[in-house]
């Protein structure tokens, strides 16, 4: 996008939000760059960014759509042309589409993060993979006491992570508003962090992070290595547990699975609830992008969307929501600009790249192959008759993760289980699941396995 375009769309932008707002909020943007989805400007202050965010994102974002851009995020900042260079010393935190939305601003008083306004409960989308992290999510947004603490979420990229997170600060704000609550990403810590220990600023630094009533650190995976930063947290990390102060942390993997984390740190930070999040089914998947799509169509009055798209794109794109959320936008900007409805053949000219790069799907034959490998057990043992417990259990293994992480349904997950009848796979799945609670071994197994058949 160039400075011009921008200016169109700015134009634009003034129907939208009237005259006034527009030469107040808008009109002092200044457009810096657009890369992989997120489109970067400078505003006077935070206050301004902040405050665009949250009126205008929504309209911005749906504008810029119509000029056949398909952005993601938006991120407001006083940032590079301004004067705060960071000194090299000080890592960048980094901008891209998934911090963007935790951006700390530099001359925020206290480190409360900009929420993105579209993250809220409302707009989240529940299934069975997500189902657990929402209700614990949903808890710790309507306070009281809770029986645990930490809640520590967990799952792969574009899940809803950082999605929940900020639906429980649009809760805890609106209903709780006396309450300081702090949403930051790992690697924002770590810069705050490292930019104290330069200025001489660590009495302060320590007093902010205390200070607050319910902290959520997202991708704290990020710390891995980071010795010092670690150690720093951890203690930020225990004062806040002990003063009874709420803390929610994200990460793309198990807490034990943690590379470059020390034990002390990742065994406090699974001590309270571990919910892990599953990659989307076909049946979420086609409810994400339905409610993404009525949202779409309020702002592209009269676009018709053929029968069966939703379902061919939930079946075609993979796990990732953001993928499925970039799809249906660029789809949306498409048929508005050619006035045309969004028919199945719109879609796979207009999405052939994604649909190529979504290609690779997760069979139940690669999981029976992956999970005999693990357990060091014969394909054809795990598949066949043998009731064995050194047989039965990897092959309970292989089922849930069949159920978890194809479309598969029970009896077709049966029949390539040696022909075996639906509800025996149903009672695997239940046994894994049960296990995976109480037994940790079980639950790392699953951890490694789905890991690596995702990579
Ligand atoms: N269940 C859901 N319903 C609606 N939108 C969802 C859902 N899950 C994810 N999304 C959307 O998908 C996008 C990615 O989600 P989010 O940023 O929360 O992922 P994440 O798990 O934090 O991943 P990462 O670690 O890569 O940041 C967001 O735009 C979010 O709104």
């Known amino acids: ?223 891995g290595g980071k010795d010092s930063t670690q150690e720093e947290f951890f203690h930020t990390f225990n004062a806040l547990i002990d003063a009874g102060k709420r803390i929610i942390i994200s990460a793309d993997r198990a807490p034990g699975a943690m590379k470059d984390v020390e034990e002390r740190i990742t065994s406090r930070m699974g001590s309270g609830l571990v919910v892990d999040l599953f990659p989307t089914d076909f049946e979420l998947r086609v409810g994400i992008l339905q409610a993404k799509a009525d949202y779409y169509r309020a702002q592209y009055p009269g676009i018709v969307v053929q029968p069966g798209v939703y379902e061919f794109l939930a079946h075609r794109i993979s796990n990732n929501v953001r993928v499925l959320e970039g799809a249906l936008t660029r789809l949306f900007a498409f048929a508005s600009l050619v006035g045309r409805e969004i028919s199945l053949e719109m879609t796979q000219d207009c999405l052939a790249d994604i649909l190529r790069a979504s290609d690779r799907k997760i069979t139940v034959e690669e999981i029976q192959r992956r999970v005999s490998e693990h357990y060091n057990i014969r394909l054809s043992d795990m598949i066949g008759p043998k009731r064995l417990r050194s047989y039965a259990r990897p092959r309970q293994v292989a089922m849930y993760l069949s159920k978890k992480l194809t479309s598969r349904s029970l009896p077709e997950i049966g029949r390539r289980f040696g022909g075996r009848d639906h509800t025996t796979v149903m009672h695997g799945v239940r046994k894994i699941e049960e296990l995976k609670a109480t037994d940790s071994q079980i639950a790392d197994d699953l951890e490694l396995l789905r890991r690596a058949l995702e990579e």
């Open 1 to 223: 996008m160039t400075n011009e375009i921008w200016a169109q769309v700015s134009e634009e932008l003034k129907q939208a939000v009237g005259a006034n707002n527009h030469t107040t909020w808008i009109a002092p943007l200044r457009f810096e760059a657009l890369v992989d989805g997120v489109a970067r400007f400078h505003v006077p202050t935070t206050f301004h960014g902040n405050y665009v965010l949250q009126n205008f994102g929504d309209q911005i974002l749906t504008q810029l759509a119509r000029a056949g851009f398909a952005v993601q995020r938006l991120i407001f900042a006083q940032s590079a042309s301004a004067a705060a260079a960071p000194r090299p010393a000080a890592p960048q935190p980094k901008t891209d589409a998934a911090s963007a939305h935790l951006a700390l601003e530099d001359d925020d008083a206290t480190p409360s993060a900009t929420l993105d306004p579209r993250f809220t409960f409302d707009r989240f989308v529940v299934g069975k993979p997500n189902e657990m992290a929402h209700a614990a999510a949903r808890r710790i947004a309507e306070g009281g006491s809770l029986g645990f603490n930490p809640l520590f979420l967990y799952g792969g990229v574009g899940l809803g992570k950082t999605h929940l997170m900020h639906a429980i600060g649009h809760e805890l704000r609106a209903s709780q508003p006396h309450l300081k609550v702090v949403l930051t990403s790992a690697e924002q810590f770590m810069y705050r962090f490292i930019t104290a220990l330069r200025d001489k600023r660590m009495m302060d630094f320590k007093q902010l992070f205390r200070s607050v009533d319910v902290l959520m650190v997202d991708d704290i995976q990020f710390l």
